[in-house]
């Protein structure tokens, strides 16, 4: 029985092998990143949460997250980011008359929400420095992201949380409630091995996250 590792086999693990290699090989320079992570969707995408673009300032992009109707734009966001600001949230309705133009003939026949987010390599809930460090380490994990938030809480929108499959778990969410919460829904994505969306109601506001299975690359086992 031999075991062969098929990294890279599926589009989307190329993809976001490519976007770390480009993470990795940025962390000697200064030059500014963002990555732009579809992070909620409705009715026809042709990406689905958890697809990925990394942008560069002098102009290199890896990886996609429509068919080529909202990247451009999505760029420009990251030029217009004032250096406080380290993320947004964008969303695009190709259903609506007067968006018609994003999904012309490019398989965007829905509504996307897309988080802007500053990547900054010294930070621990970095999202790109948690799944490589899960390729790595060839095990599983979850991390959390906060795309939506509404009324006065005390929560920012990107902000992270993470789970390690080992059951290790790391925040930068100050709410103590939705960090025990988010702690029995990761576990739960990690068990059904399944990305999930929660809405969180406190009595000040309300928080959406969305809770993304980092899965590893299949092995394929050839007898003989």
């Known amino acids: 029985m031999i075991f062969v590792n098929i990294t890279g086999f599926s589009n989307n693990m190329k993809e976001i092998n490519s976007i770390i290699t480009s993470f990795v090989d940025n962390q000697h320079n200064n030059e500014e990143l963002f990555l732009a992570t579809v992070v909620n969707v409705q009715g026809s995408t042709y990406r689905q949460p958890g697809a990925r673009m990394l942008i560069t300032t002098s102009g290199?992009?890896?990886?996609?997250?429509s068919g080529g109707c909202l990247e451009n734009d999505v760029i420009e966001h990251t030029r217009l980011m004032t250096t406080d600001e380290k993320a947004k949230i964008i969303t695009y309705d190709t259903n609506a008359e007067e968006d018609i133009?994003?999904?012309f003939g490019l398989g965007c026949n829905g509504v996307v929400d897309i988080l802007i987010e500053r990547i900054y390599h010294d930070d621990p809930l970095n999202p790109l420095g948690f799944?490589?460090?899960c390729l790595s380490?060839?095990?599983?994990?979850?991390?959390?992201?906060v795309f939506s938030v509404s009324g006065n809480i005390n929560?920012?929108?990107g902000a992270h949380f993470t789970l390690k499959s080992d059951g290790f778990?790391?925040?930068n969410i100050s709410e103590s409630v939705i960090n025990n919460a988010l702690i029995k829904d990761a576990e739960l994505v990690l068990k059904n091995q399944s990305s999930s969306f929660h809405k969180y109601q406190l009595s000040s506001g309300e928080v959406s996250v969305f809770i993304e299975l980092i899965q590893l690359p299949p092995n394929l086992m050839i007898f003989g």
């Open 60 to 65: 290199k992009i890896v990886g996609t997250i």
């Open 155 to 157: 929560v920012s929108l």
């Open 101 to 103: 133009i994003w999904g």
């Open 131 to 133: 799944i490589h460090q």
């Open 137 to 145: 380490d060839q095990q599983p994990g979850v991390i959390a992201s």
């Open 169 to 171: 778990v790391s925040s």
